[in-house]
């Protein structure tokens, strides 16, 4: 069992920078595929960016590539969403998830565990 809690969101104006944290809790950490994704108000969520165990594969979706950068630091049980350049499309609520794999899942349905996600706020 793992839990999942994110923190970093808040308010922000467009072209600045934000930080998201997500600290894991549970064993092997090290062992989980992790991902961001994001909810827009009467949006679907959408996948963001996702991160092989070992760091050797990371993915972004398009909207997000080149600004955002996924990384984790396994001896903390925590993966981070770094956020360049923001834009007030990018305003959600982000969401990390788990999954206990070697291939990284790029759909929501392919996650077992979610953090309750924090609030990003971009004004213009």
């Known amino acids: 069992q793992v839990q999942l809690v994110e923190s970093g969101g808040g308010l922000v104006q467009a072209g600045g920078s934000l930080r998201l944290s997500c600290a894991a809790s549970?064993?092997?950490?090290?062992?989980?595929?992790m991902g961001w994704f994001r909810q827009a108000p009467g949006k679907e969520r959408e996948f963001v960016a996702a991160?092989?165990?070992?760091?050797?594969?990371?993915y972004y979706a398009d909207s997000v590539q080149g600004r955002f950068t996924i990384s984790r630091d396994n001896a903390k049980n925590t993966v981070y969403l770094q956020m360049n350049s923001l834009k007030p499309e990018d305003t959600a609520v982000y969401y990390c998830?788990?999954?206990?794999?070697?291939?990284?899942?790029?759909?929501?349905?392919?996650?077992?565990?979610w953090g309750q996600g924090t609030q990003v706020t971009v004004s213009s």
């Open positions: 991160s092989s165990w070992n760091r050797g594969n990371t």
């Open positions: 998830a788990a999954r206990y794999t070697v291939v990284v899942p790029l759909r929501e349905d392919e996650y077992d565990y």
């Open positions: 549970g064993r092997f950490f090290s062992s989980y595929a």
